[in-house]
């Protein structure tokens, strides 16, 4: 993404307002020469005890990506 997509990108996630996920920041990845956003993303870790929330480091290369995620955690039976 450029610098552009990435920071409309951001705006987008953030307005709407998930609780799973949080964008830290936008980065320059100079191998790919693009911009990605890190993130942390929550998920549910269920042990015989109890139930933990982990929160783990993500990156968003693309909307794609973002669309897959948004994709698959609508999908998990929370």
């Not at 450029?2 to 799973?20: G, M, N």
């Not at 191998?31 to 870790?45: D, K, M, V």
């Amino acid at each position: 993404m450029d610098k552009e997509e990435a920071e409309r990108l951001k705006r987008a996630i953030e307005q709407t307002r998930v609780p799973w996920l949080r964008v830290s920041e936008i980065v320059f990845n100079a191998t790919g020469e693009s911009y990605e956003l890190t993130c942390t993303y929550r998920e549910q870790a269920s042990s015989s005890f109890h139930d933990d929330e982990i929160w783990r480091p993500r990156l968003i290369r693309s909307p794609r990506d973002w669309i897959r995620l948004l994709t698959r955690h609508r999908n998990l039976p929370w």
